[in-house]
């Protein structure tokens, strides 16, 4: 008897064990999750693949959308809903939440969603027909856009690209349904014409129709390890404040831009209005590299605190920094860190520092051309980092040069003129090789000994000096003092400094 009760328990107990290691481990996964439709438009198909699940079926679609499961091919079609002819209603309508559930043999439920958006009236490729860059500027709201990520900003393959996410972004939700699409390599996200107002969302229209909120991003490419293989900056402006059509031919016959690269527009001199001299600041690169750094969060700089801005989950981001070695200072390094700052503190030691101040451990002066579109330049396609040539036409006027000191400060930054016009250029400052903070006063105290002095001007070009050692800026310094005003054409500047950029049309 004793020895059957020991067969019996010892069989108990290997049932218990095999019902113990068959631990269900529910789980679902789409081929895609974010899905663009027009309203009416064609039906859309995707795949889907479930774990330990015995059932699948649709639990819940917001109004007007439906969705159909084929268990067979394990594939469910999706299909809009018609334009219900009210603008209210359609607000209700544009978005939907696709909600399915499974169930696993013990009967436990896990539920899955897929998203679906109505979009304007059409899907805007960036990129397409070959206008490769590493910047895209988006000028239509209420609309999806896509990217091919698994080529560079000059059309070269990028291998292993298995996901893609939001860098940073200028505010809350600034590029929405962010979705990668392994099918095709695209990424895919929607940019609406809304703004917060006391945490409420409210809808932008100039003369009755939506725009955009300008703004900034920057979005990558990564590997199944998440190691980014590349990034691209897009630079969102409303339609009537498109930077490409902002532009004037200097009188070499050089077309330059009318803005900073990532700014939203140039105050041209205005005193009045601190938010216009703020939308003037583009964003700041440091030379050779192809990705941004962030613009100031004060009209005059003040403690050179950095803008806020955003995630791809919509926390807080930051610049991170790393000191120039022979690790972090290698172009691949940049490629795979975009919003670490390299500086190069190093360069000033009395005993070790060469006085190079580059962000290469090893100068190379080929990542900006001034002939060609490098495949590291920062602007628009169809437009690059001027030559160190192209700025030699401008000139400050004695009138300029003798201007007061109350409206020389008012207008943070002068007009520069090319024998026929005039343009202003912002004294934005730059960020230091040596910290990578923003600067845009003058400290030095040995000239100015009483305060610093505003404001200081740097606009880089592909320029470089004759030893290959160091880059040229447009520099600009303005002073209390008019007789010490400083304006050069071609100022040597280390390259781990990061300054403004005035793109030049590509000839």
Same mark, same amino acid.
């Given at each position: 008897m004793r020895t059957l009760k020991t067969i019996f328990? =010892?069989?108990?107990?290997?049932?218990?064990?095999?019902?113990? &290691?068959?631990?269900?481990?529910?789980?679902?996964?789409?081929?895609?999750?974010?899905?663009?439709f027009q309203w009416g438009g064609e039906p859309q198909t995707i795949s889907y693949t479930t774990i330990d699940a015995l059932s699948l079926e649709l639990k819940s679609a917001t109004e007007g959308w439906t969705a159909t499961i084929n268990h067979a091919a394990n594939t469910i079609t999706i299909t809009p809903p018609q334009d219900p002819g009210d603008e209210d209603k359609r607000d209700t309508m544009r978005e939907a939440d696709i909600k399915f559930a499974i169930t696993g043999e013990s009967g436990t439920t896990s539920y899955y969603t897929v998203? !679906?958006?109505?979009?304007?009236? #059409?899907?805007? !490729?960036?990129?397409?027909?070959?206008? +490769? *860059?590493?910047? +895209?500027?988006l000028t239509t709201p209420k609309t999806a856009y896509? =990217?091919?990520?698994?080529k560079n900003g000059a059309g070269q393959a990028l291998s292993g690209v298995a996901d893609a996410k939001v860098l940073w972004q200028s505010?809350?939700? /600034?590029?929405?349904?962010?979705?990668?699409?392994?099918?095709?390599?695209?990424?895919?996200?929607?940019?609406? !014409?809304?703004?917060?107002?006391?945490?409420?969302?409210?809808?932008?229209?100039?003369?009755? *129709?939506?725009?955009?909120?300008?703004?900034?991003?920057?979005?990558?490419?990564?590997?199944? &390890?998440?190691?980014?293989?590349?990034?691209?900056?897009l630079w969102i402006c409303k339609a009537t404040n498109n930077p490409l059509n902002d532009f004037s031919t200097y009188s070499n016959g050089v077309t330059f831009m009318g803005r900073n690269l990532g700014a939203y527009g140039n105050s041209n001199g205005a005193t009045d209005n601190t938010n216009l001299i703020l939308d003037s600041y583009g964003l700041y690169y440091q030379w050779g590299r192809k990705d941004p750094f962030l613009r100031p969060y004060y009209h005059d700089c003040a403690g050179g605190d950095d803008e806020y801005v955003y995630s791809g989950s919509n926390s807080a981001a930051y610049i991170e920094y790393a000191e120039c070695s022979t690790e972090t200072g290698t172009v691949e390094y940049a490629i795979a860190h975009p919003t670490t700052f390299i500086t190069n503190a190093a360069c000033v030691d009395a005993e070790n520092g060469?006085?190079?101040?580059?962000? =290469? #451990?090893? @100068?190379? #002066?080929?990542? $900006?051309?001034?002939a060609t579109k490098s495949a590291y330049d920062p602007c628009p396609y169809g437009w690059k980092v001027p030559a160190g040539s192209d700025f030699d036409v401008l000139s400050l006027s004695a009138e300029e040069d003798g201007m007061s000191v109350e409206s020389a400060r008012g207008r943070f930054g002068w007009m520069l003129n090319d024998g026929t016009n005039s343009y202003f250029y912002l004294g934005a400052g730059f960020r230091s090789y040596y910290d990578g903070t923003i600067h845009n006063m003058n400290y030095k105290t040995d000239v100015y000994p009483?305060? @610093?002095? @505003?404001?200081?001007? +740097?606009? $880089? /070009?592909?320029?470089?000096? *004759?030893?290959?050692?160091?880059? /040229?800026? =447009?520099y600009f310094d303005l002073t209390t003092t008019r007789t010490i005003n400083k304006f050069n054409l071609n100022y040597p500047s280390k390259r781990a400094n990061a300054m403004q950029v005035r793109c030049v049309k590509v000839k």
């Open positions: 328990l =010892l069989l108990c107990s290997v049932i218990l064990l095999g019902a113990c &290691s068959h631990k269900e481990n529910l789980g679902m996964s789409f081929s895609k999750m974010g899905l663009y998203n !679906a958006y109505i979009i304007g009236d #059409s899907l805007i !490729a960036l990129g397409s027909n070959g206008e +490769y *860059a590493n910047c +895209y500027i896509t =990217l091919d990520v698994t505010y809350y939700g /600034t590029l929405e349904h962010f979705t990668f699409n392994e099918e095709d390599g695209t990424v895919s996200f929607y940019v609406d !014409a809304k703004t917060e107002d006391d945490d409420e969302e409210v809808y932008i229209k100039e003369n009755g *129709a939506y725009v955009m909120r300008d703004g900034n991003a920057l979005i990558a490419a990564v590997d199944a &390890s998440g190691n980014i293989l590349w990034s691209w900056h060469d006085g190079i101040g580059d962000w =290469l #451990s090893t @100068p190379d #002066s080929s990542l $900006w051309s001034g009483s305060q @610093p002095e @505003p404001w200081e001007g +740097y606009y $880089w /070009t592909a320029g470089v000096t *004759a030893d290959g050692k160091q880059s /040229t800026c =447009l």
